[in-house]
């Protein structure tokens, strides 16, 4: 541990930016850093001393740096579920005693302020919940010490939005549930042989009700000159959508390649698309058959469109268990 913790500080003597949470995910990518680990106890501390020091603020960077990693090598594992205090507060913490030169006898305002910093980082981390993780929690306590700093000191932290690019090294990860999780948006395409009718529908109905979560497409192996009129005065009758606004009949070398391909029903023979269909929704075609029978396959595909949509938000907040990589 004393030789990552080493590394840890002569990667933070070669950084120059003034947003220590910068500073953290350049060292955090370097191969001495565990996705969560001790290390963290000297890190985030580090990275905020630099980031202060890069700011203007009145420290020897070099010595802080060296009383920090001394105080966060003392600092043992699993604090957070074995001691109930955070290793990353704790790190900057410590970081904002050595800013101060605060220690257990001091009179000063600092030994308060300090207290009320981990009080409130400590609390926005309980506030998200476990199972642990150290980058998450490094950055609910790098927002409170941007904070604490710009209100206390003379220098101006830099900040952005965070969004964390460890998630899919870490089994634990709680993945929607966590406000730095980065969330990528499946791209679904609805396919049938023609891509005039139910695939269209479907495709219009997933940006009407599912875009927040997936992105909907369509496409077929032939085409159509035009999407199934009986289709389009349904559907803007229903839902007040014009298709023919912003559809068309394509193929599927027309459309990106979907993570996620759904055949809307083949009944003789379904098309070939290079790929295995994730689901055959086996709905009847509805092309020349009356306004209920249309309205019928029409729900049906918004159930269907709901369902989905509830099922990739249930893996986008809990995910399935994954390796390490």
């Known amino acids: 541990m004393e030789e990552r913790a080493k590394k840890i500080i002569e990667a933070c003597m070669q950084e120059n930016s003034k947003n220590p949470i ?5 060292i955090a990518h370097m191969d001495f850093v565990r996705i969560h680990g001790p290390e963290h106890h000297v890190l985030d501390g580090a990275a905020l001393l630099t980031a202060f020091y890069n700011a203007g603020g009145h420290i020897d960077l070099q010595s ?18 074995m001691w109930g205090v955070c290793g990353a507060v704790s790190s900057m913490g410590a970081a904002l005693s ?9 009179e000063d305002a600092s030994w308060g302020k300090h207290m009320e910093f981990t009080s409130k980082a400590l609390h926005s981390l309980s506030q998200v919940g476990g199972p642990r993780c150290c980058k998450r929690d490094a950055f609910l306590s790098f927002q ?10 003379d220098v101006e932290l830099e900040s952005d939005k965070t969004e964390c690019c ?18 990528t948006k499946k791209k679904v ?3 049938c042989v023609h891509n005039s009718c139910r695939s269209q529908i479907a495709e219009a109905l997933g940006k009407h009700l599912a875009s927040d979560v997936f992105e909907s497409y369509s496409a077929g192996t032939e085409t159509k000159p035009q999407i199934n009129q009986d289709a389009v005065r349904i559907m803007k009758e229903l839902y007040g959508i014009d298709m023919e606004q912003t559809q068309y009949s394509k193929l599927m070398k027309d459309i990106p390649n979907p993570d996620m391909a759904i055949s809307m029903g083949c009944n003789v023979g379904c098309p070939l698309i290079g790929r295995a269909f994730d689901d055959n929704w086996g709905l009847e075609d509805p092309t020349g058959k009356s306004d209920e029978e249309f309205k019928i396959v029409i729900k049906e595909i918004e159930n269907r469109i709901l369902e989905l949509r509830d099922k990739e938000k249930s893996n986008e907040n809990y995910g399935d268990t994954r390796t390490e990589s």
Do not use: W
Request: overall charge positive; aromatic content about 12%; some cysteine.
């Open 22 to 26: 910068h500073i953290f995910n350049h």
């Open 98 to 106: 050595v800013m101060d030169g605060t220690g257990p006898l001091s």
């Open 189 to 191: 395409a609805f396919i």
């Open 144 to 153: 409170k010490a941007i904070e604490f700093v710009n209100e206390n000191y």
């Open 166 to 183: 460890f998630s899919e090294k870490n089994e634990q990860c709680i993945r929607g549930k966590c406000p730095f999780y980065k969330k």
């Open 64 to 81: 802080s740096l060296q009383e920090l990693m001394k105080r966060g090598l003392q600092m043992p594992g699993a604090t957070c579920g």
